[in-house]
């Protein structure tokens, strides 16, 4: 008895196993085809091009690096000369730099293919002070004085290069000097040299100490300001109202017309998709707080660019961080953002499947039990012409075989009914067949009395 139900057991798990087994290797095989274009895991680490250590893309650099920790993430900062020196490392791609802040106006698009924005972060003003002596209205005052325009390989370098040669300024006609301004602003001061002029925010330490009352130095306010900003288009008219840079001081005196680029968060096109949002993540939530020149949430935004906006930072100016990063922990978050195209196939595939498969189980079950119908069927027919004991002798073994066959299928519990069901309509025609036999048992009594 309990090797026939072991049978039975093994019979039924078998069936299962093919038909359930069946179901979850088609799953596991979309499931793989659907894995093979999932985006790889995120770096550990990336690497972001700043400035010197006293200036302002150093800072926010750090700023950055802090929010990457909190993320499990770490970003290297990268000593610079400026946003040209941070420009070439980008252009290299054995660098290893992945990111870098950069001044708006140093290059274009098509020289640089392979680096993308991820927006405009803030306003960094031209800022020129003078010594009093100096009479200068226009920048082409400037010819034959003494001019320092920041290190080479800086942002502003750059930039006040192009400006002073449009108005006719150059190194035959003028003594330029580029050098750091750890130097150059002590010989400010001292009268030697007569102009400075540095690219920064508004809230730059040196800014505020070369307009402290009481020097000798005066700050430039651009005439032409709305000529500048309207032929280069990378430029912005602002307007620095007076006490803006110290109110208790006082600092400026007066109104002050600047033109002013924008800082910009470059990428090279490689990066990986979820770094590309956490570097946005943490843009908005250190530039947001906006400034003089800016209100609140202005910045970051996607004007001003020096490269083409890579699509995640389209949307994220558009519509804000993906949903799961709202809401999320962005590691989390990033798991599940990667994995969500494996949804596909599972949404696909599970809901037809569930539908599918326990009506396939029941079918392949109730089968088992129901292929004996023909063969009862079948002996049912050759029954009724049985009329001697002898045909329903042999005929009532056969049915006893079928029954005990019929027993002996392994079915689930829940489906015994069918066999039972089965075994009585057996039964019903194993009552017609007693029935001859003994009808033919009367017959051949009367006979033998007669």
Known sequence: MLKVLLKLLKSHVLMTAIIYGAAITLLI????FAYQYVDPLPPTKVTIAAGSKNGAYYQYASQYAELFAEQGMELEIVETNGSMDNLARMANPDSGVDAAFMQGGITTPDQNPTLLSLGSLYYEPIWVFYNNRAKIGNLTDLKSLRVAIGPRGSGTNYVVRNLLKENGITLENTTVIESDYNETVPLLRKGKIDVLVLIAGVE?????????????????????????????????RLELPQGAINLAKDLPVRNIDLLAPTANLVIKEDMHPAVRYLFLLAASKIHRQGDVFAHPGFFPNDEALLFPLSKEAKSFHKNGPPLLMRYLPYQLAITLERLKILLIPLLTLLYPLF????????????????????????????????TSRAEADEMLKKLEILDRQVLETSVPLSYTDYIYSLRIHVRMIQDRLEKVCCDDDKKAGGTIKS
């Open 29 to 32: 095989g979309a499931v793989w």
């Open 204 to 236: 730059s330490k040196i800014v505020e100490a070369l307009s402290e009352p009481g020097s000798n130095l005066r700050l430039f306010s651009f005439s032409r300001a709305e000529a500048y900003a309207r032929s280069h288009h990378f430029l912005e």
């Open 355 to 386: 539908k599918v498969t326990p009506p396939a189980y029941r079918w392949q079950i109730r089968r088992r039990i129901f292929k004996w119908y023909k063969h009862l069927k079948a002996l049912d027919m050759e029954a009724y012409e049985i």
